[in-house]
């Protein structure tokens, strides 16, 4: 069966980094567009990144400039990287699988990111 397991949240202060990843298995991943999904505590998720056609990229405008996301087909992963981080990026970072149809696509358990000093 599917399955996206991600990992790499902890709490970091303001202006930190952290790297993201999930890691996919059941399907055979290097044909599927990927996307990360947040959501904060008391709110809806949040779409914040996707990547699709195997190299292109997108960004809430949110996360533009800070994050980038990446994948390894080699190892089954999706990556999201996050520099200077904010206290309002504190929330559970999930991947999901596909990026046009994100919401209707399995998505992880998702990983806790915290942002505060």
């Known amino acids: 069966q599917v399955q996206l397991v991600e990992s790499g949240g902890k709490m970091v202060q303001p202006g930190g980094s952290l790297r993201l990843s999930c890691v996919a298995s059941g399907f055979t991943f290097s044909n599927y567009d990927m996307s990360w999904v947040r959501q904060a505590p008391g709110k809806g998720p949040e779409w914040i990144s996707g990547?699709?056609?195997?190299?292109?990229?997108s960004y809430a405008d949110s996360v533009m400039g800070r994050f980038t996301i990446s994948r390894d087909n080699s190892k089954n992963t999706l990556y999201l990287q996050m520099n200077n981080l904010k206290p309002e990026d504190t929330a559970l970072y999930h991947c999901a699988r596909g990026f046009f149809d994100y919401a209707t696509q399995p998505w992880g358990q998702g990983t806790q990111v915290t942002v505060s000093s």
């Open positions: 990547i699709y056609g195997g190299t292109t990229t």
